[in-house]
């Protein structure tokens, strides 16, 4: 099983740069995703990291430190649009069913505000 | 690319009555397929993961003969809620799996099915 940390809610103004962090406790890692959710909708896949390090992605980067089971989200530029629920899910092997399962935090509810 | 469609989107049903609803991957094969469930401001519940030609694996907790799962194709999942009560209503949300990039599997969602049972 797993443990899955991340804030509950920030806020942050538009045109600044937010930082969303996670931290988990797992065996048999294999990746871990961050997922974006509006309000009503399914989530849209933001990033995936399963080594150590930033991976860059536009206005959004993820970076993730296997060692410390710590990953985080960073939004820069902030647009009224960004506003919504952050999900961060880790991904591990599930020897039930044979399957890799990725599980998910509660999500961290940004809201951008002018 | 990667698209995965749901249907119903939205289902109104009565107490006693069964739901189905189909997660459909449109240009991909899935061989693996997990159904959630989300509450208001709550994070999604995995319910089961479904894999092509066998049998769903559910999670703790989960009734199996009420969330009947069937995995027919490699692009087909359905769930029908069985005998569907008031305390089922929900947003059901599917995914499907996706080699990214030939280098990872990741999931790729439906847009929902918000039951609502009266």
């Known amino acids: 099983g797993q443990n899955i940390d991340q804030p509950t809610e920030m806020t942050a103004t538009e045109g600044a740069i937010v930082q969303i962090n996670c931290t988990y406790q797992?065996?048999?890692?294999?990746?871990l995703f961050w997922y974006q959710q509006h309000a009503g909708e399914a989530p849209t896949f933001l990033s995936y990291?399963?080594?150590?390090g930033l991976e860059e992605k536009g206005r959004f980067s993820s970076f993730l430190s296997r060692s410390k089971g710590y990953s985080y989200l960073l939004l820069k530029e902030l647009q009224m649009k960004d506003s919504a629920s952050y999900l961060c899910?880790?991904?591990?092997?599930?020897?039930?069913?044979?399957?890799?399962?990725?599980?998910f935090g509660r999500g961290t509810s940004l809201i951008v505000h002018p | 690319g990667a698209v995965v469609s749901q249907h119903p989107s939205r289902v109104i049903c009565k107490s006693g009555t069964s739901v189905k609803i189909e997660c459909r991957s449109l240009?991909?094969?899935?061989?693996?397929m997990f159904w959630y469930r989300q509450f208001p401001k709550k994070s999604l519940m995995l319910m089961a993961t479904s894999n092509e030609g066998s049998k769903a694996t559910y999670e703790q907790g989960v009734e199996k003969d009420k969330f009947l799962i069937n995995h027919a194709s490699l692009t087909l999942s359905t769930l029908t809620v069985t005998s569907a009560h008031p305390e089922d209503s929900s947003f059901y949300i599917c995914s499907a799996e996706s080699r990214l990039a030939g280098v990872v599997d990741t999931q790729y969602f439906g847009p929902g099915t918000r039951l609502t049972v009266l």
């Open positions: 990291n399963v080594l150590d």
């Open positions: 240009d991909f094969q899935a061989t693996t």
């Open positions: 797992t065996s048999g890692f294999n990746g």
């Open positions: 899910a880790v991904r591990e092997w599930r020897r039930k069913g044979g399957s890799y399962i990725p599980t």
